[in-house]
């Protein structure tokens, strides 16, 4: 009876459930969702690590160094290049070795920001491989 | 036409409009919503990122690790031990195995940090690990 009378309040409604909480519910939901998506894209270079065990074998016959001193000068194949000049030169290196492994070795005090200015060069020289390890 | 149709289908509703259209387009949406998010996890710390024109855009790079030009390693809004991360990864690599790494590192921080960092995240499972850099062609 009880039932009956509802059902008569609500306009002859005949068919199914009502929708209007779950709708409500499921708007806030949408709300909450929309609200904490962030949408980061994290920009960054991904540079490889040289496996533990093997670090101390890797010497540079074949490999391609560069180092990068506490003091923030660089050193390729024993001489001082700036920044700008070390594409041209890595570039220049591995096409008379084209099988070298590139290594960015960092004084573990040297500033990131140079490091990664090292690599973003070698990666416009075209070169996709570089590791990085740090001394 | 009209009238018919709205009569004769839906036997005799007399009350606004049809909902169930419009419930499938929210619904829809929460959907995406849903799948989309991800919730980032913020390093809690301001750092001037080198910049980098070669630098790649990861969608799900959603730990951030910040290193401060002192050294300090902030992950998570808290200040933390480079020899607590690898188990802090651990546990963050099981709940939610597709989550990558961005070190966001201060152009000044020292570069052995930022080598130490990586070999801890490394070993803690995730493998995908980025050196945080702006776009420099962004400006």
């Not at chain 2, 709940?95 to 961005?102: G, I, L």
């Amino acid at each position: 009876m009880m039932r009956h009378r509802r059902m008569s309040q609500s306009e002859e409604e005949s068919h199914g459930i009502d929708l209007a909480p779950m709708l409500d519910f499921v708007l806030n939901l949408l709300i909450f969702f929309i609200i904490t998506a962030v949408f980061v894209r994290e920009m960054g270079l991904s540079v490889n690590r040289p496996q533990a065990a093997a670090e101390q074998t890797q010497s540079n016959d074949g490999n391609i160094m560069i180092l990068i001193t506490e003091t923030g000068e660089i050193l390729l194949d024993n001489r001082e290049v700036d920044v700008r000049a070390v594409r041209a030169n890595v570039v220049k290196l591995v096409s008379q070795k084209p099988k070298a492994g590139i290594l960015v070795l960092a004084d573990a005090k040297s500033p990131t920001g140079l490091m990664v200015q090292v690599v973003d060069e070698i990666r416009q020289g075209g070169i996709q491989n570089v590791t990085f390890a740090t001394n | 036409m009209r009238h018919q149709r709205a009569s004769s289908n839906h036997d005799g509703e007399s009350h606004g409009i049809d909902l169930a259209p419009m419930l499938d387009f929210v619904l829809n949406l929460l959907i995406f919503f849903i799948i989309t998010t991800s919730f980032v996890k913020e390093s809690g710390v301001e750092v001037t990122r080198p910049k980098a024109a070669t630098a790649e855009a990861r969608q799900s790079g959603n730990i951030l690790i910040g290193v401060r030009e002192n050294g300090e390693i902030w992950m998570d809004r808290r200040e933390i031990d480079i020899r607590d991360l690898r188990l802090l990864i651990e546990r963050m690599h099981v709940e939610r195995p597709e989550d990558t790494v961005v070190i966001v590192a201060d152009a000044a921080s020292p570069a052995g940090v930022v080598g130490k960092i990586m070999d801890e995240v490394r070993q803690g499972g995730i493998k995908d690990v980025l050196v945080g850099a702006s776009s420099s062609l962004g400006g």
